[in-house]
């Protein structure tokens, strides 16, 4: 069964920084593209970033440069630091796995993607 599991979110001030983990279980790390979502209330569910196995980066220009994706191969983990942040990240944030590349996570249909984690909520006050 696979399991992706989020943790570190928070309230923060902004300007602040975060750093989120997701855990991933019952899968081949190896075959998939990792990433982050977020959504807001009322709002859609809006992709952030992605990172290929090779780690190939991705990020939506709403959060280039303020935030940076990695992932720990050996630990089948992946991590989203964020800096600088604003009261609009406010946010439920997903981890996501998806085998395609993640070079396509802008436009992919959200539904499609193949593994969503609980979310962790991120709260950034002004």
């Known amino acids: 069964q696979v399991q992706l599991v989020e943790s570190g979110g928070g309230l923060v001030q902004a300007g602040g920084s975060l750093r989120l983990s997701c855990a991933a279980s019952?899968?081949?790390?190896?075959?998939?593209?990792m990433g982050w979502f977020r959504q807001a209330p009322g709002k859609e569910r809006e992709f952030v970033t992605a990172i290929n196995w090779s780690g190939t980066t991705y990020y939506a220009d709403s959060v280039k440069g303020r935030v940076t994706i990695s992932r720990d191969n050996a630990k089948n983990m992946v991590y989203l630091q964020m800096n600088s942040l604003k009261p609009e990240d406010t946010a439920v944030y997903y981890c996501?796995?998806?085998?395609?590349?993640?070079?396509?996570?802008?436009?992919?249909?959200?539904?499609?993607?193949?593994?969503w984690g609980q979310g962790t909520q991120v709260t950034v006050s002004s």
């Open positions: 019952g899968l081949t790390f190896s075959n998939y593209a």
């Open positions: 996501a796995a998806d085998r395609r590349l993640g070079s396509n996570w802008k436009r992919l249909d959200r539904k499609t993607l193949d593994y």
